[in-house]
């Protein structure tokens, strides 16, 4: 690369690096840095060739314009000013720091102690100013030319009420699928191949949930251990997508994933990580923000300003309070919407992002700014409600617009099917959209994600395979990850060939997968759930970049079948949307029509009175819903009409004769039944007042017949 010769003022009011076609700008926030450099190197990125000052600032920017820079250069900065950690600046020019608005970022962090920009070991810790230089094992950033053919590429845009969510890691669904050519297997062109796109298509799901995609890097006591941060919550740039999950080095080959996605009528939704950074606490390295204005980006104590406010488990918690730390998430969130054309976003540990001070303050200028915004109020918004400081659960209270993963309804179906006692109230509060959470705030029962396993926890088969978590394989002694997993092994703790244990589990896994589908709200299914992933008991593989994370796609009669039965019951989802209500049931007849929108039976056909609804022992029930009582219409005003059905709920381990109902005499047909060895076939019809045999520990769906 030739020297660059010519320096312009260049404008500050983008940040970044923004090729126009002729040359590049260049802008950087820093308010209390006293000189900003700009650091070229070679296309290996081993070698600094120049460094030009940024001698330009507007608004606390420093920018300049390189009219000989070019799509391909890689670069970083050197940012000089005051090292007081005990007033918590931190800056040293002895550290290459990573562009925040960086739209390609390339190569691995290489962990050495110069990284750090203290002395490792020293007496006084973080107070040693380190000079070492840190070019060498730092990734660089990487100017692009954003050109892309979109073509007539538009969003999905499915409805909320018609959605179907389906979590999944770029890299671990596609590593060892046999379909996908080598080369591409855990990329984002993986995910774009014909194979994949006809599996999600058949499996019916209609939005894709990646995890972290935004560049991350590895821990270092992971990378000590020979392990990674495979779930990719470490992130480090906000606007370049992960390098390790791209086959070809290129941007364009995310857009093309969308695209294909998109042209498959199929939603991506990316989990983003705005609450905390990869540069951890104040012992962590100095790889970005800590050196670019470390008392502008994160929160600190007041009392002692070298400390990080850890509202996340991880080190730190970038400070939302701040104008330009809010911009900068903004114009990431806006990014991907408008030049990668993402559909919505999962946040991660979002109630850090809403603390006004140190509570969470739901109407917080985080949220204000998101509704207002013209791009992103009309994207789709989910929220992890919680983070891991006072006040931060906050399930229920996220605002109007916002969907919330619905941990409620996790616990309550995993204890309801364990057997657990006490719960058939909250059971039937988390079947119906759990109104009690979002009801109260004008929110419709779409405002609640609900899911059985996502990726932190069990899987489905180890949900129903093991007693206790078995996290050997993290090398931390089993102590990590949750010990409440509301798990039951069905008899023996782990793999098994005794057929009678196996097929309570299969009978199991059936019960919580139509639980969770023939629920009102949104349903989100864990990739490998539908056909029996395993983790071998581990539930915490963060750092499992191998087999145990990684989808296996061997598939023997147990596993098709449970895939077989999966496609059936969101089959049913999409064709009946009394399974997907846009509003709440009200209990109560409307319009002359006899029946009640819902209806709640005891095993003898009759009303649940309130008496059976205390009863600790209590752990069957019936649910009339009525396709006649939508009380909606489709998007031509016109009314939407579907059939009755009966859904019967037994998590005893006995048999229980249920008394079927005879609304206006038509009897019934069953459509299914998660007690037979695949949960599909019917088996006949049934006449109002008759018996219907409902197993132990099984769920039934019959639907009523036409009249004649």
Same mark, same amino acid.
């Given at each position: ?19 126009d ?27 600094e ?7 330009? +600032? ?19 900065y050197r940012?000089?000013?005051?090292y ?23 190569g ?29 094992g ?9 050109a ?25 669904f596609?590593?060892q699928?046999?379909e ?7 990329t984002y ?44 919550y ?7 997508p ?19 996605l ?48 850890d ?5 730190n918690t970038?400070d939302?309070?701040?104008p330009?730390?809010l ?8 990014y ?59 399930v ?18 995993r ?6 006692g ?19 705030s ?10 059985i ?13 093991? #007693?206790?978590?078995? #996290? ?10 949750t010990? #409440? ?6 008899g023996?703790?782990?793999p ?38 395993t983790q ?10 191998n ?15 449970l ?9 049913? +989802? ?18 002359g029509?006899e029946a ?17 609804? #205390? ?9 009339f819903?009525s396709?006649s ?5 489709d ?14 709920f ?18 019934w ?8 060895d695949?949960?599909?076939?019917p ?26």
């Amino acid at each position: 690369m030739k020297p660059i010769n010519e320096v312009w003022p260049g404008r500050s009011l983008q940040r970044g690096a923004l090729w126009d076609g002729e040359g590049v700008n260049f802008a950087l926030f820093s308010e209390h840095a006293e000189k900003v450099e700009l650091c070229v190197f070679d296309p290996t990125g081993r070698r600094e060739l120049q460094r030009v000052e940024l001698v330009e +600032r507007t608004d606390q920017v420093f920018h300049c314009y390189l009219p000989e820079a070019r799509p391909g250069m890689l670069y970083g900065y050197r940012v000089h000013g005051p090292y007081r950690p005990e007033q918590g600046q931190r800056f040293n020019a002895h550290k290459l720091l990573l562009d925040p608005y960086a739209r390609n970022i390339v190569g691995s962090l290489r962990w050495s102690d110069a990284l750090y920009g203290y002395t490792v070991g020293h007496k006084r810790g973080d107070l040693s100013f380190d000079r070492r230089d840190s070019a060498q094992g730092m990734p660089k950033s990487k100017v692009i030319d954003p050109a892309f053919t979109w073509g007539d590429d538009r969003p999905p845009n499915v409805p909320w009420h018609h959605m179907v969510i389906y979590e999944m890691h770029v890299r671990g669904f596609t590593m060892q699928h046999p379909e996908v050519p080598p080369p591409l297997r855990g990329t984002y062109a993986g995910l774009a191949t014909a194979p994949v796109i006809e599996y999600l298509r058949r499996l019916g799901v209609t939005t894709v949930e990646l995890m972290p995609v935004h560049y991350f890097v590895d821990d270092r006591a992971l990378v000590q251990q020979g392990l990674r941060n495979f779930w990719g919550y470490n992130t480090i740039g906000y606007f370049a997508p992960e390098a390790m999950y791209s086959a070809s080095g290129k941007v364009n080959e995310f857009k093309t994933m969308v695209k294909t996605l998109h042209s498959a009528g199929l939603e991506v939704i990316l989990d983003v990580v705005y609450n905390h950074t990869a540069e951890g606490n104040e012992f962590g390295p100095t790889l970005c923000f800590r050196g670019l204005d470390n008392s502008s980006y994160y929160r600190l104590s007041q009392e002692e300003p070298r400390h990080y406010m850890d509202y996340t488990g991880c080190g730190n918690t970038l400070d939302m309070q701040h104008p330009r730390v809010l911009q900068m998430l903004m114009d990431s969130l806006r990014y991907w919407v408008t030049d990668m054309h993402v559909d919505g976003f999962r946040f991660d540990l979002a109630s850090a992002l809403a603390r006004e001070l140190h509570e969470v303050d739901r109407l917080g200028a985080f949220f204000d700014i998101l509704r207002q915004d013209p791009v992103l109020s009309r994207v789709k918004l989910i929220a992890e409600p919680w983070d891991l400081g006072e006040g931060g659960y906050q399930v229920g209270n996220f605002p109007p617009g916002w969907a919330e993963w619905n941990d409620k309804f996790r616990d309550t179906m995993r204890a309801c099917w364990r057997g657990d006692g006490g719960l058939i109230g909250d059971f039937a509060r988390r079947l119906t959209g759990s109104s009690d959470l979002y009801g109260r705030s004008g929110r419709s029962p779409h405002a609640s994600i609900n899911f059985i396993t996502a990726h932190d926890g069990f899987t489905l088969r180890d949900l129903v395979s093991y #007693n206790e978590k078995h #996290n050997e394989a993290n090398l931390e002694d089993n102590r990590d990850g949750t010990d #409440n997993n509301i798990s039951w092994n069905c008899g023996v703790e782990g793999p098994t060939d005794d057929p009678a244990i196996l097929a309570l589990r299969a009978r199991q896994s059936r019960n919580l997968l139509a639980t969770l589908l023939f629920s009102q709200g949104v349903p989100m299914l864990t990739a490998g759930d539908e056909i029996g992933r395993t983790q071998q008991g581990n539930n915490n593989a963060y750092c499992q970049d191998n087999e145990i994370s990684w989808v296996d796609w061997t598939l023997d009669d147990a596993r098709r079948h449970l895939l077989a039965f999966v496609r059936r019951v969101v089959d049913l +989802r999409r064709r009946h949307p009394i399974f997907r209500r846009r509003h709440f049931f009200e209990g109560r007849s409307l319009l002359g029509v006899e029946a009640k929108d819902i209806t709640w039976l005891k095993p003898d056909g009759t009303d649940m009175t309130d008496q059976e609804w #205390n009863h600790d022992f209590t752990r069957c029930l019936g649910v009339f819903l009525s396709g006649s009582r939508l009380d909606e219409t489709d998007s031509r005003g016109r009314p939407v009409i579907d059939d009755d059905f009966i859904l019967l709920f037994n998590a005893h381990d006995g048999q229980i004769p249920f008394t079927l109902p005879a609304f206006d005499g038509r009897g019934w047909t069953l459509l299914l039944d998660t007690a037979r060895d695949d949960g599909l076939l019917p088996d006949g019809e049934f006449a109002g007042q008759s018996s219907y045999p409902l197993e132990g520990r099984s769920l039934a769906l019959l639907q009523k017949l036409p009249s004649a």
